[in-house]
Protein backbone atom coordinates (compact mmCIF):
# COMPACT_ATOMS: atom_id res chain seq x y z
CA UNK A 1 0.00 0.00 0.00
CA UNK A 2 2.95 2.45 0.83
CA UNK A 3 4.81 1.27 -2.14
CA UNK A 4 1.72 2.24 -4.10
CA UNK A 5 0.73 5.63 -2.46
CA UNK A 6 4.87 6.48 -3.16
CA UNK A 7 4.56 5.84 -7.06
CA UNK A 8 1.05 7.70 -7.22
CA UNK A 9 2.61 10.31 -5.58
CA UNK A 10 5.62 10.52 -7.96
CA UNK A 11 3.87 10.03 -10.97
CA UNK A 12 1.96 13.16 -9.57
CA UNK A 13 4.82 15.30 -8.98
CA UNK A 14 6.29 13.97 -12.66
CA UNK A 15 3.04 14.69 -14.20
CA UNK A 16 3.61 18.03 -12.92
CA UNK A 17 6.93 18.65 -13.60
CA UNK A 18 6.28 17.54 -17.38
CA UNK A 19 3.22 20.04 -17.24
CA UNK A 20 5.47 22.93 -15.59
CA UNK A 21 7.96 22.13 -18.44
CA UNK A 22 5.50 22.36 -21.50
CA UNK A 23 4.01 25.41 -19.75
CA UNK A 24 7.03 27.21 -19.92
CA UNK A 25 7.51 26.15 -23.26
CA UNK A 26 4.53 27.15 -24.34
CA UNK A 27 4.93 31.06 -22.71
CA UNK A 28 8.64 31.45 -24.75
CA UNK A 29 7.44 29.41 -27.95
CA UNK A 30 7.49 31.59 -30.88
CA UNK A 31 3.92 32.77 -32.46
CA UNK A 32 2.91 32.25 -35.82
CA UNK A 33 3.56 35.71 -36.87
CA UNK A 34 3.77 36.32 -40.75
CA UNK A 35 7.48 37.47 -41.79
CA UNK A 36 5.70 41.01 -42.28
CA UNK A 37 4.50 41.12 -38.88
CA UNK A 38 0.90 41.27 -37.59
CA UNK A 39 -1.14 44.17 -36.57
CA UNK A 40 -4.28 44.22 -34.17
CA UNK A 41 -6.64 46.13 -32.49
CA UNK A 42 -7.72 45.56 -29.25
CA UNK A 43 -10.86 47.52 -29.07
CA UNK A 44 -11.79 49.08 -25.76
CA UNK A 45 -14.08 46.99 -23.15
CA UNK A 46 -12.52 43.57 -25.33
CA UNK A 47 -11.50 41.15 -22.36
CA UNK A 48 -8.07 38.93 -22.56
CA UNK A 49 -10.19 35.80 -23.39
CA UNK A 50 -11.61 37.47 -26.68
CA UNK A 51 -8.22 38.20 -27.47
CA UNK A 52 -6.76 35.02 -27.22
CA UNK A 53 -9.73 33.09 -28.80
CA UNK A 54 -9.33 35.93 -31.75
CA UNK A 55 -5.54 35.23 -32.20
CA UNK A 56 -6.20 31.53 -32.43
CA UNK A 57 -8.93 32.43 -34.90
CA UNK A 58 -6.30 33.90 -37.32
CA UNK A 59 -3.83 31.29 -36.44
CA UNK A 60 -1.43 33.42 -34.93
CA UNK A 61 -1.76 31.60 -31.16
CA UNK A 62 -2.65 27.92 -30.55
CA UNK A 63 -4.04 26.57 -27.31
CA UNK A 64 -5.46 29.84 -26.24
CA UNK A 65 -6.98 28.19 -22.87
CA UNK A 66 -3.23 27.98 -21.54
CA UNK A 67 -2.71 31.74 -22.78
CA UNK A 68 -5.77 32.87 -20.64
CA UNK A 69 -4.35 30.83 -17.33
CA UNK A 70 -1.78 32.59 -17.71
CA UNK A 71 -2.96 35.49 -17.77
CA UNK A 72 -5.61 34.67 -15.08
CA UNK A 73 -2.72 33.44 -12.33
CA UNK A 74 -0.83 36.26 -13.12
CA UNK A 75 -3.12 39.15 -12.76
CA UNK A 76 -2.64 40.42 -16.63
CA UNK A 77 -6.28 39.57 -17.86
CA UNK A 78 -7.47 42.49 -16.35
CA UNK A 79 -4.27 44.76 -17.24
CA UNK A 80 -4.12 45.17 -20.76
CA UNK A 81 -4.53 48.22 -22.28
CA UNK A 82 -6.56 48.47 -25.92
CA UNK A 83 -5.35 49.64 -28.89
CA UNK A 84 -3.54 48.93 -32.00
CA UNK A 85 -0.76 46.72 -31.41
CA UNK A 86 2.00 45.12 -34.11
CA UNK A 87 3.51 41.97 -33.09
CA UNK A 88 6.82 41.28 -34.46
CA UNK A 89 8.21 37.70 -35.69
CA UNK A 90 9.57 36.01 -33.62
CA UNK A 91 7.37 37.07 -30.76
CA UNK A 92 6.78 35.12 -28.01
CA UNK A 93 3.25 34.39 -25.83
CA UNK A 94 4.82 35.77 -22.73
CA UNK A 95 6.16 38.66 -24.73
CA UNK A 96 2.83 39.57 -26.10
CA UNK A 97 1.56 39.50 -22.57
CA UNK A 98 4.04 41.85 -21.28
CA UNK A 99 3.69 44.05 -24.79
CA UNK A 100 0.00 44.52 -23.77
CA UNK A 101 0.06 44.68 -20.39
CA UNK A 102 2.49 48.06 -20.89
CA UNK A 103 0.19 49.06 -23.68
CA UNK A 104 3.13 49.51 -26.00
CA UNK A 105 0.27 50.63 -28.99
CA UNK A 106 1.31 51.75 -32.41
CA UNK A 107 1.34 55.44 -32.66
CA UNK A 108 1.84 57.76 -35.84
CA UNK A 109 3.49 60.92 -36.67
CA UNK A 110 1.18 64.05 -37.61
CA UNK A 111 3.14 67.89 -38.15
CA UNK A 112 1.35 71.01 -37.92
CA UNK A 113 3.56 73.50 -39.96
CA UNK A 114 4.41 77.12 -39.08
CA UNK A 115 2.50 79.57 -41.14
CA UNK A 116 -0.40 77.55 -41.82
CA UNK A 117 -4.09 78.40 -41.13
CA UNK A 118 -6.47 76.28 -39.52
CA UNK A 119 -7.80 75.21 -42.38
CA UNK A 120 -5.39 73.92 -43.92
CA UNK A 121 -4.33 72.13 -40.26
CA UNK A 122 -7.87 70.14 -40.42
CA UNK A 123 -7.16 69.23 -44.33
CA UNK A 124 -3.74 67.72 -43.15
CA UNK A 125 -5.84 65.79 -39.95
CA UNK A 126 -7.69 64.58 -42.48
CA UNK A 127 -5.85 62.56 -44.42
CA UNK A 128 -5.15 60.48 -40.96
CA UNK A 129 -7.83 57.93 -41.28
CA UNK A 130 -6.92 56.71 -37.73
CA UNK A 131 -7.80 60.02 -36.36
CA UNK A 132 -11.42 60.12 -34.86
CA UNK A 133 -13.30 63.30 -36.91
CA UNK A 134 -15.50 64.73 -34.62
CA UNK A 135 -14.45 68.62 -34.11
CA UNK A 136 -16.39 71.36 -35.20
CA UNK A 137 -15.85 74.44 -34.54
CA UNK A 138 -19.69 75.64 -34.30
CA UNK A 139 -20.45 72.89 -31.30
CA UNK A 140 -17.56 71.58 -30.54
CA UNK A 141 -18.53 71.54 -25.89
CA UNK A 142 -14.21 72.14 -26.01
CA UNK A 143 -13.93 75.38 -28.01
CA UNK A 144 -17.26 76.57 -27.03
CA UNK A 145 -16.14 76.47 -23.45
CA UNK A 146 -12.75 78.39 -24.51
CA UNK A 147 -15.02 80.71 -26.46
CA UNK A 148 -17.02 81.72 -23.41
CA UNK A 149 -14.16 81.39 -20.58
CA UNK A 150 -11.42 83.29 -22.84
CA UNK A 151 -13.19 85.47 -25.75
CA UNK A 152 -11.55 83.94 -28.15
CA UNK A 153 -13.31 84.66 -31.61
CA UNK A 154 -11.44 82.14 -33.23
CA UNK A 155 -9.19 79.40 -33.05
CA UNK A 156 -6.37 80.59 -35.67
CA UNK A 157 -3.43 80.23 -33.78
CA UNK A 158 -3.82 78.88 -30.40
CA UNK A 159 -2.70 75.05 -31.83
CA UNK A 160 1.32 75.16 -31.33
CA UNK A 161 3.08 73.43 -34.52
CA UNK A 162 5.25 70.54 -34.11
CA UNK A 163 5.17 66.86 -34.74
CA UNK A 164 2.40 64.78 -32.63
CA UNK A 165 2.45 61.20 -32.06
CA UNK A 166 -1.18 59.57 -31.58
CA UNK A 167 -2.81 56.28 -31.44
CA UNK A 168 -5.77 54.85 -33.21
CA UNK A 169 -8.64 56.06 -31.93
CA UNK A 170 -7.62 59.38 -31.24
CA UNK A 171 -10.16 61.88 -31.45
CA UNK A 172 -9.63 65.44 -33.30
CA UNK A 173 -10.80 67.06 -30.36
CA UNK A 174 -8.07 65.41 -28.18
CA UNK A 175 -5.44 66.05 -30.63
CA UNK A 176 -6.29 69.95 -30.57
CA UNK A 177 -6.30 69.70 -27.34
CA UNK A 178 -2.75 68.67 -26.71
CA UNK A 179 -1.87 71.35 -28.63
CA UNK A 180 -3.73 73.87 -27.34
CA UNK A 181 -2.34 73.06 -24.23
CA UNK A 182 0.92 73.17 -25.46
CA UNK A 183 0.35 76.41 -26.93
CA UNK A 184 -0.69 77.89 -23.33
CA UNK A 185 2.30 76.64 -22.22
CA UNK A 186 4.84 78.31 -24.28
CA UNK A 187 2.70 81.36 -24.40
CA UNK A 188 2.79 81.65 -20.74
CA UNK A 189 6.35 80.79 -20.42
CA UNK A 190 7.57 83.18 -22.91
CA UNK A 191 5.03 86.04 -21.67
CA UNK A 192 6.80 85.80 -18.28
CA UNK A 193 10.13 86.80 -19.90
CA UNK A 194 8.94 89.42 -22.08
CA UNK A 195 10.80 92.90 -22.60
CA UNK A 196 9.22 96.09 -20.81
CA UNK A 197 7.48 98.42 -22.47
CA UNK A 198 5.41 96.20 -25.21
CA UNK A 199 2.15 97.82 -27.04
CA UNK A 200 0.41 94.29 -25.92
CA UNK A 201 -1.94 93.98 -22.97
CA UNK A 202 -2.48 90.04 -23.05
CA UNK A 203 -0.21 87.41 -23.98
CA UNK A 204 -2.79 86.41 -26.59
CA UNK A 205 -2.39 90.64 -28.58
CA UNK A 206 1.58 88.88 -28.47
CA UNK A 207 0.46 86.07 -30.17
CA UNK A 208 -1.55 88.43 -33.12
CA UNK A 209 1.86 90.02 -32.97
CA UNK A 210 3.69 86.40 -33.23
CA UNK A 211 1.32 85.62 -36.39
CA UNK A 212 2.27 88.25 -38.07
CA UNK A 213 6.07 87.85 -37.92
CA UNK A 214 5.63 84.28 -38.58
CA UNK A 215 3.77 85.25 -41.78
CA UNK A 216 6.45 88.19 -43.00
CA UNK A 217 9.57 86.22 -41.71
CA UNK A 218 11.42 84.82 -44.89
CA UNK A 219 14.84 84.91 -43.16
CA UNK A 220 14.99 83.53 -39.55
CA UNK A 221 17.71 85.98 -38.41
CA UNK A 222 15.39 89.07 -39.53
CA UNK A 223 12.16 87.78 -36.65
CA UNK A 224 12.93 90.48 -34.52
CA UNK A 225 13.76 93.27 -36.83
CA UNK A 226 10.18 92.84 -38.18
CA UNK A 227 9.16 92.27 -34.82
CA UNK A 228 10.89 95.88 -33.88
CA UNK A 229 9.08 97.43 -36.78
CA UNK A 230 5.41 96.48 -35.79
CA UNK A 231 6.03 97.25 -32.60
CA UNK A 232 7.30 100.92 -33.02
CA UNK A 233 4.51 101.39 -35.66
CA UNK A 234 2.04 100.45 -32.79
CA UNK A 235 4.11 102.52 -30.45
CA UNK A 236 3.25 105.67 -33.00
CA UNK A 237 0.18 104.91 -33.79
CA UNK A 238 0.48 104.13 -37.04
CA UNK A 239 -1.20 101.58 -39.04
CA UNK A 240 0.53 98.18 -39.85
CA UNK A 241 0.29 97.77 -43.26
CA UNK A 242 0.77 94.24 -43.71
CA UNK A 243 -0.21 92.79 -47.03
CA UNK A 244 -0.65 88.69 -44.77
CA UNK A 245 -3.51 90.32 -42.77
CA UNK A 246 -5.21 91.47 -45.94
CA UNK A 247 -4.56 88.33 -47.49
CA UNK A 248 -5.92 86.19 -44.57
CA UNK A 249 -9.37 88.40 -44.33
CA UNK A 250 -9.80 87.86 -47.77
CA UNK A 251 -10.15 83.64 -47.49
CA UNK A 252 -11.27 81.83 -50.33
CA UNK A 253 -11.82 85.25 -52.42
CA UNK A 254 -8.21 85.54 -52.71
CA UNK A 255 -7.23 84.49 -55.96
CA UNK A 256 -3.03 85.31 -55.39
CA UNK A 257 -3.35 88.63 -56.45
CA UNK A 258 -3.49 91.28 -54.43
CA UNK A 259 -4.75 94.28 -55.45
CA UNK A 260 -5.19 98.07 -54.76
CA UNK A 261 -8.93 97.49 -54.03
CA UNK A 262 -8.18 94.83 -51.63
CA UNK A 263 -5.74 97.35 -49.48
CA UNK A 264 -8.38 99.60 -49.41
CA UNK A 265 -11.71 97.74 -48.60
CA UNK A 266 -12.32 99.08 -44.85
CA UNK A 267 -15.11 96.53 -44.89
CA UNK A 268 -12.01 93.52 -44.57
CA UNK A 269 -11.85 93.65 -40.65
CA UNK A 270 -7.92 92.46 -41.33
CA UNK A 271 -7.16 94.76 -43.56
CA UNK A 272 -4.22 96.72 -41.58
CA UNK A 273 -4.06 99.43 -44.01
CA UNK A 274 -7.27 100.31 -42.84
CA UNK A 275 -7.54 99.70 -39.54
CA UNK A 276 -5.02 101.17 -36.88
CA UNK A 277 -4.02 98.16 -34.01
CA UNK A 278 -3.55 94.96 -34.26
CA UNK A 279 -5.53 92.99 -36.21
CA UNK A 280 -8.79 90.84 -34.42
CA UNK A 281 -7.09 87.48 -34.26
CA UNK A 282 -3.82 85.62 -35.32
CA UNK A 283 -3.78 84.47 -39.29
CA UNK A 284 -1.43 81.40 -38.52
CA UNK A 285 -0.15 79.09 -36.53
CA UNK A 286 2.44 80.42 -34.63
CA UNK A 287 6.02 78.63 -33.52
CA UNK A 288 8.02 79.57 -30.12
CA UNK A 289 10.80 81.35 -32.42
CA UNK A 290 8.19 83.92 -33.45
CA UNK A 291 6.45 84.23 -30.14
CA UNK A 292 9.85 85.09 -28.81
CA UNK A 293 10.49 87.76 -31.34
CA UNK A 294 7.19 89.60 -30.76
CA UNK A 295 7.82 89.95 -26.86
CA UNK A 296 11.77 90.74 -27.93
CA UNK A 297 11.55 93.11 -30.39
CA UNK A 298 15.18 94.62 -31.90
CA UNK A 299 15.93 98.29 -31.18
CA UNK A 300 16.18 100.81 -33.69
CA UNK A 301 14.84 103.33 -35.75
CA UNK A 302 12.99 101.36 -38.89
CA UNK A 303 9.30 102.04 -39.65
CA UNK A 304 9.19 99.80 -42.70
CA UNK A 305 10.54 97.04 -44.41
CA UNK A 306 10.41 95.65 -48.09
CA UNK A 307 10.78 92.09 -49.59
CA UNK A 308 13.89 91.82 -51.64
CA UNK A 309 13.11 88.95 -53.56
CA UNK A 310 15.44 86.81 -52.31
CA UNK A 311 13.42 85.87 -48.62
CA UNK A 312 15.35 88.68 -47.36
CA UNK A 313 13.81 92.73 -46.20
CA UNK A 314 14.82 96.10 -47.08
CA UNK A 315 14.41 98.16 -43.65
CA UNK A 316 14.35 101.57 -44.00
CA UNK A 317 13.13 104.77 -40.78
CA UNK A 318 11.86 106.94 -43.48
CA UNK A 319 9.01 106.72 -45.98
CA UNK A 320 10.92 108.24 -48.87
CA UNK A 321 14.08 105.53 -47.98
CA UNK A 322 11.48 103.24 -47.93
CA UNK A 323 9.42 104.28 -51.75
CA UNK A 324 13.02 104.55 -52.69
CA UNK A 325 13.84 100.35 -51.74
CA UNK A 326 10.00 99.74 -53.40
CA UNK A 327 10.85 100.99 -56.71
CA UNK A 328 14.27 99.17 -56.28
CA UNK A 329 13.24 96.04 -55.37
CA UNK A 330 9.47 95.50 -56.36
CA UNK A 331 9.18 97.82 -59.75
CA UNK A 332 12.50 97.43 -61.80
CA UNK A 333 14.24 94.24 -60.44
CA UNK A 334 11.01 91.51 -60.38
CA UNK A 335 12.43 88.84 -62.31
CA UNK A 336 10.89 85.20 -63.07
CA UNK A 337 12.62 83.97 -60.12
CA UNK A 338 11.74 86.61 -57.62
CA UNK A 339 10.77 85.67 -54.17
CA UNK A 340 9.12 86.71 -51.31
CA UNK A 341 10.17 84.07 -49.77
CA UNK A 342 13.83 82.02 -49.57
CA UNK A 343 13.33 78.62 -51.93
CA UNK A 344 12.97 75.85 -49.93
CA UNK A 345 16.09 73.33 -49.82
Not at 78 to 98: D, N, W
Request: aromatic share 12%; charged share 20%.
Amino acid sequence: MFKFIRRSLLLCLLFFILAGVGFYHYLRQPLNIPARGYSYHLKPGSSFAALAYDLQRQQILSFPKLLILYARLTGLASQVHAGEYFIRPGTSAKQLCLQLRKGEVLSYPITFVEGWRFSELQAAVAKHAKINRDFDLATNAWWQRQVQERGYGSIEGLLFPDTYRYSLGLSETQLYQIAYQRMQQVLASEWQQRQDDLPYETPYQALIMASLIEKETGVVSEREQIAGVFVRRLQKNMRLQTDPTVIYGLGADFDGNLTSKHLKDSSNPYNTYRHHGLPPTPIALVGREAIHAALHPASGDSLYFVAKGDGSHYFSASLAEHNKAVKKYQMHRRSKNYRSSPPVQ
